[in-house]
């Protein structure tokens, strides 16, 4: 059974930082993806990060490029989300995802990921 659970939303200022962890169990690591997905008040589902299964296949939306990062603790079945300079257009509920998706397939965020976490919010505010 494959379970997802998401940590680490707070409240932060415009302009800090936070890193989310998305621990991941019953999961094939060598050959599975994982997507980190938010979804602000009133706005669509946006997909902003894919982990594939080789450390070389991280792709990022252009909305957070630069400011956040990922990556996987194998050891810890833990994929993290560093995410700095952060504003108010990130204020959303984070959640990570699972799949056997390719991270270079055209539009991976808005194929069918089939396993989900339970979100954890991200709130920039002053």
């Known amino acids: 059974q494959v379970q997802l659970v998401e940590s680490g939303g707070a409240l932060v200022q415009p302009g800090g930082s936070l890193r989310l962890a998305c621990v991941v169990s019953g999961f094939s690591w060598e050959s599975g993806t994982i997507g980190w997905f938010r979804q602000a008040p009133g706005k669509k589902r946006e997909g902003i990060v894919c982990?594939?299964?080789?450390?070389?296949?991280?792709n990022y939306a252009d909305s957070v490029k630069g400011r956040f990062t990922a990556s996987k603790v194998k050891a810890e079945n833990t994929v993290y989300l560093e995410m700095n300079s952060l504003d108010s257009n990130d204020t959303a509920v984070y959640y990570c995802a699972a799949d056997l998706w390719y991270c270079s397939t055209d539009g991976v965020w808005s194929l069918r990921w089939n396993y989900w976490g339970q979100g954890t919010q991200v709130t920039v505010s002053s």
């Open positions: 982990v594939g299964s080789t450390e070389s296949s991280i």
